[in-house]
């Protein structure tokens, strides 16, 4: 079975910084789907970014960004120009597609995202 | 365009009661996901479902949980004699195939048993 692992359970970072948010997963498929959500309080799920496996190019989405080293299995989370809206639970979540799970999500344990002005 | 709709946002039922959570998918999607929340966790798959037929239940609990997607109507997540560990987040997730991913997901249902 798939598992995701998100060793931060808490990070914090000054309005305008970088921060890195870590994830780990175990897998024997060779092609998947990873995700980054996004769970402010309001608890909608917004999907962040999305990176295909097969795919050596790391995914972009604006001031998003992912480091995915596909050998070491890590799949982690740059937010650049942090802003005060970026404060919310994050959750990374593997999706073996292209296999027989039909689509469905495995989520990390989440990290709680602070921004401070 | 709505997006996934879940009905109630809010729900609380005494032990013993029913919950009954609705999710009406995106327009054109035909494949529903339920996924659960419990507090300061992440969200673990419950059931997949296409249009009248479950394809995976493999995270349903084997008693007092069931789910259905008629050809016509919401997507229903039924929770039987519910008890206190029931208290979640309850999500409903919606594609239009399975190889599309990501799905779109509703605000979810807090359900709270007292």
């Known amino acids: 079975a798939q598992t995701v692992t998100q060793s931060q359970p808490e990070m914090s970072v000054q309005e305008a910084e970088t921060v890195t948010l870590s994830c780990t997963y175990d897998?024997?498929?060779?092609?998947?789907?990873l995700f980054w959500y996004k769970q402010p309080p309001s608890r909608q799920m917004i999907l962040v970014i999305r990176?295909?496996?097969?795919?050596?190019q790391n995914a972009t989405e604006n001031r998003f960004s992912v480091n995915f080293q596909k050998a070491a299995k890590s799949f982690s989370l740059k937010i650049s120009d942090s802003q005060l809206g970026d404060t919310a639970m994050y959750f990374c979540?593997?999706?073996?597609?292209?296999?027989?799970?039909?689509?469905?999500?495995?989520f990390g344990q989440g990290t709680i995202l602070t921004v401070h002005p | 365009n709505a997006g996934v709709m879940q009905n109630p946002r809010h729900l609380v039922r005494r032990r013993g009661q029913e919950a009954r959570l609705r999710c009406s998918p995106m327009?054109?999607?035909?494949?529903v996901y339920w996924y659960r929340q419990l507090p300061e966790e992440g969200l673990k798959f419950m059931v997949y479902l296409q249009k009248e037929n479950i394809i995976d239940e493999s995270g349903m609990p084997k008693e007092r949980f069931s789910a259905e997607f008629p050809k016509e109507g919401p997507s229903i997540l039924r929770i039987q004699q519910v008890v206190r560990g029931d208290s979640a987040a309850y999500f409903c997730a919606s594609s239009w195939g399975r190889d599309t991913s990501p799905a779109f997901f509703g605000q979810g249902t807090r359900l709270t048993v007292v």
């Open positions: 979540a593997y999706d073996n597609a292209g296999g027989t799970s039909y689509g469905k999500l495995t």
């Open positions: 897998t024997s498929e060779s092609n998947y789907y």
């Open positions: 990176q295909e496996a097969y795919k050596q």
């Open positions: 327009k054109g999607h035909s494949h």
